[in-house]
């Protein structure tokens, strides 16, 4: 678009350069006279540069000039785009147009915004008008005037802007701070945090594996088991992941031995505390690897399988009651599984690798690798001997079935070694499914049945009588046929009608009242403190967990009753392995040794660690004690016109056996229990012994004192062949007199 021309527009009518004036507002065009309030005129006006406020006098001569007058109203009335157009057009419409009327008075001081231009003079305006027609052509130029000078115009100051410099060196010293500071990061990241950095990356990227150690085993003084781990697998089951769960439970019953109802049970989805569902549930332990591999190769949603361990008790029923058991989780419950948890269980493995994620999921070649060797646990070594343990609890289990129920313990010790060989309790359970079986029958009666010893403790007080003095193996004294303490009547069942009594005959007929005569002699202190050398009222820590230490009755609560009841055995309480250790005494010369359980241990690598030493203590003298021991014979020997000793049927064929029946009692809860605890304890061969078997048998029936001693003689003849001890041929027992003339 061409720009416009700073002078007015020709009328193509007249040739005006001013604009044709509105009617009513200016002259007519036609005549050629200028016309006020048109846009031509307002340009006309408006001389350049100028400001709408013009002086007094250029006004006053314009108006004698052009003889009009502009009035305020008509002014501003006159053009209405006049204002607008001195915005656009600088000024220059004004100029261009007519003769205007001056702005009024009050208006005076108002000052244009708009940039001013040079004046425009009086020729100018005539100029403008339009010019007149000559018949003889074109009208000559006027001489033109010179150019009036503009006045100078002071460009507007451009507003003050931020100093750009400052900004660049703000903005770069920021940016230098920025890198400054990602530089040093960077370094510590390199350098100092390296370390870290890369350990927590291998962290991410590591996989945990635990390496089960087994349990150590449990083994005779042979070497052969009694208790062992195997290797074995666990199923389990996502319940998240299983599809059919009635018949993923149909499929695994037959083979896990579970019935279909528990195993789909098991396998029903739950939800956790925290939110979210279980995706773990055991439905078998310990199954056998071939079985496993048959669930695997079903291939069922949401079942698995993983190493297991599993307790294998080759003889089921074999010792368990010392052997016990173990929960699936590997840790003791029941007998010496519970007592030395921590020597049999291992110290677990790791292994730790770096693996990939998703289907890389495999240890990476090269990768971070650290395996730490499981321990396997330490094996036990027990005294017991296999063959005979089951021999002894086999005797045991034949005579109790004579009984109406109740319970039986027997216990073999090695005289010697304080070692316990066999020690049997009736009833017994399967170790290997412990499920089925009461508590009750899950405990040791050996160490746990505590009951009135009865007449096997007349050894004690005869023994303390002759270590004391008070009597020799050769006394004889009067016995009558009762004797009362306090309240308390004693009678013999043997009546001695009061005749003179040898020692032998006061075991052999189990002489009560003898007995409590020669106690009184021996006082009550001294008699309760050969008990305790003897081994009664404290445990023998023989190995057992929970084993009973039984009661003396203190001095100081003695009745007058208890003068008669204590020597022969009652208001006593003890348990048949102490009453064993005891005789064990008397059998080994009169030296107390400790019995025991376990041999040794065998450790991971294959090293051997005894146990600890026995204790012992010397309680008689080995005079004493032989002197006991023959005594003690004559209660599987006396057989007269005068009666038979209580023990013939605990006599061993071919062999020399001193030894002791008695009639107990038993309490449960500080209540007498119906049936008699009847008992044997003896020891072969008596010329020099090698071994003690005790039996104890309570049964309701009262049957006990029918089976002990026949049950011993079962026991200890399969001992003595066991470990083919010579028979006495050569050494028979001595004759007693019961009544000497």
């Known amino acids: 678009m061409p720009p416009r021309s700073d002078e007015p527009r020709r009328d193509p009518t007249t040739g005006s350069r001013r604009g044709p004036s509105r009617a009513g507002r200016g002259g007519d065009p036609r005549a050629g006279e200028p016309g006020i309030g048109g846009i031509s005129d307002a340009r006309a006006y408006t001389p350049r540069g100028r400001t709408i406020r013009e002086s007094g006098e250029e006004r006053a001569g314009r108006e004698e000039r052009t003889g009009q007058r502009r009035t305020p109203r008509a002014g501003r009335s006159g053009d209405p785009f006049r204002p607008a157009l001195q915005v656009l057009d600088g000024g220059r419409a004004a100029a261009r147009g007519g003769r205007r009327e001056a702005a009024p008075a009050a208006r005076a001081g108002v000052v244009r915004t708009v940039p001013s231009r040079p004046a425009w003079s009086d020729d100018d305006e005539e100029e403008l008008a339009p010019p007149r027609r000559r018949a003889g052509g074109r009208a000559p130029r006027r001489p033109e005037r010179p150019a009036t000078r503009r006045p100078s115009h002071k460009p507007r100051r451009p507003p003050k802007l931020a100093e750009p410099r400052r900004r660049l060196r703000l903005g770069t010293m920021l940016v230098l701070a920025l890198f400054v500071t990602i530089g040093i990061r960077l370094v510590f990241l390199q350098a100092v945090d390296t370390p870290a950095y890369a350990g927590a990356g291998v962290e991410n990227r590591l996989t945990r594996v635990d390496l089960p150690a087994p349990r150590g085993a449990i083994v005779d003084r042979t070497g052969a088991p009694l208790a062992r781990s195997v290797e074995a697998r666990y199923v389990f089951a996502d319940p998240t992941q299983v599809k059919d769960r009635a018949t993923t439970a149909r499929l695994l019953s037959p083979l896990l031995g579970v019935p279909a109802s528990e195993l789909a049970e098991k396998m029903q989805r739950r939800g956790l505390p925290g939110g979210g569902e279980s995706q773990f549930q055991y439905l078998a332990r310990g199954v056998d690897i071939p079985k496993a591999k048959q669930i695997e190769a079903l291939d069922l949603a949401g079942i698995g399988t993983h190493r297991d361990e599993r307790r294998e008790v080759p003889g089921g029923d074999l010792a368990a ?160 046929n009762t004797i009362t303490k306090g309240d308390t009547v004693f009678a013999d069942t043997h009546s001695a009608n ?230 006495s041929l050569t050494n028979k027992s001595p004759k007693f007199e019961v009544f000497p003339r």
């Open 321 to 480: 009651n010392l052997v016990g058991f173990v929960s699936q989780d590997m840790n003791g419950l029941e007998g010496l599984e519970a007592r030395y948890d921590d020597v049999l269980q291992g110290k677990d493995g790791r292994r730790v690798y770096e693996a990939g994620q998703g289907d890389l999921d495999a240890p990476i070649p090269g990768g971070y690798s650290q395996t730490t060797p499981a321990k396997p646990g330490s094996s036990l070594v027990l005294t017991i001997d296999r063959d005979l343990q089951y021999q002894v609890q086999q005797v045991l289990g034949r005579r109790m079935a004579q009984t109406r129920g109740g319970v039986g313990a027997a216990v073999v010790l090695d005289v010697a070694t304080g070692e316990v060989l066999a020690q049997a309790s009736h009833p017994s359970y399967n170790a290997a499914n412990p499920g089925p079986s009461r508590p009750t029958d899950r405990e040791d009666a050996a160490t746990s049945f505590v009951v009135e010893p009865g007449s096997v403790h007349k050894a004690i007080t005869f023994g303390a009588a002759l270590q004391e003095g008070v009597i020799t193996p050769d006394t004889v004294m009067p016995v009558a």
């Open 498 to 727: 009061g005749r003179r009594m040898t020692l032998p005959g006061m075991l052999a007929y189990s002489s009560n009242v003898g007995t409590i005569e020669i106690a009184d002699k021996l006082g009550r202190d001294r008699l309760i403190d050969y008990q305790k050398r003897f081994g009664l009222g404290q445990p023998t820590g023989e190995g057992m967990p929970g084993e009973a230490a039984g009661r003396l009755l203190p001095a100081d609560e003695w009745s007058l009753s208890s003068d008669g009841s204590v020597p022969i055995g009652h208001s006593v309480d003890a348990t048949p392995l102490q009453m064993a250790a005891a005789y064990a005494t008397i059998a080994n010369n009169g030296t107390y040794v400790q019995p025991h359980l376990v041999k040794e241990t065998i450790g991971a690598d294959g090293e051997r660690s005894p146990a600890a030493a026995p204790t012992t203590r010397s309680v008689l003298s080995p005079d004493n004690a032989a002197a006991l021991r023959r005594m003690m014979e004559a209660v599987t020997t006396v057989d007269g016109p005068d009666g038979q000793a209580t023990g013939l049927a605990a006599a061993v064929p071919g062999y020399r056996v001193a030894g002791k029946t008695g009639t107990g009692l038993r309490y449960e809860n500080g209540k007498e229990q119906p049936g008699p605890v009847g008992s044997f304890i003896g020891m072969a061969p008596a010329e020099n012994p090698r071994y003690v078997v005790a039996v104890f048998v309570w049964s309701p029936g009262g049957e006990g004192g029918a089976v002990a001693a026949p049950a011993f003689r079962e026991m200890m003849g399969f001992t003595l062949r066991h470990y083919r001890v010579p028979p």
